[in-house]
């Protein structure tokens, strides 16, 4: 028998810890002990807030397209694109005129982001 509390689908947006980290941002979470992982839906041309946190995350891009700022730089991401950001890094992202879909992966789990709320959380700037 499977248990289903351990299964989820990232397009049943009933499912998970709904967070809207700024206008067009939004997300939705499932946390674990040891991980956690946050589907980030983007809509066309919108911004991430710059911030940092002390957790590593990894993303990955499932769709769309669009620019991911990591310490300083800006990359040119689409579909299938993956990478890190370490601990304390600053980085957001520009989504591209289809909007654009990510995973994140964090270790450990943000403590933020196990409650429903709005915001990214710590050492944010505008």
Same mark, same amino acid.
């Given at each position: ?5 351990? %299964? %989820? ?18 997300? =939705?979470? %499932?946390? &674990? ?7 980030? =839906? ?22 769309? &397209?669009?620019?991911?700022?990591? &310490? ?7 579909? &299938? ?24 992966? %964090?270790?450990?789990? =943000? ?16």
């Amino acid at each position: 028998m499977v248990d289903k509390s351990l %299964f %989820f689908n990232i397009n049943d947006l009933s499912q998970g810890i709904a967070r809207e980290l700024t206008d067009g941002v939004s997300t =939705r979470i %499932f946390a &674990g002990e040891n991980a956690m992982v946050s589907v980030v =839906r983007i809509t066309a041309n919108r911004r991430g807030q710059i911030h940092s946190h002390p957790e590593e995350q990894w993303g990955l891009l499932l769709e769309g &397209g669009g620019i991911r700022i990591q &310490g300083g730089k800006e990359y040119q991401v689409g579909p &299938g694109d993956l990478w890190c950001t370490p601990e304390n890094t600053e980085h957001g992202f520009i989504a591209g005129e289809n909007g654009a879909v990510i995973l994140d992966i %964090f270790s450990p789990p =943000r403590e933020e982001y196990k409650i429903q709320g709005r915001g990214y959380g710590v050492n944010e700037s505008e």
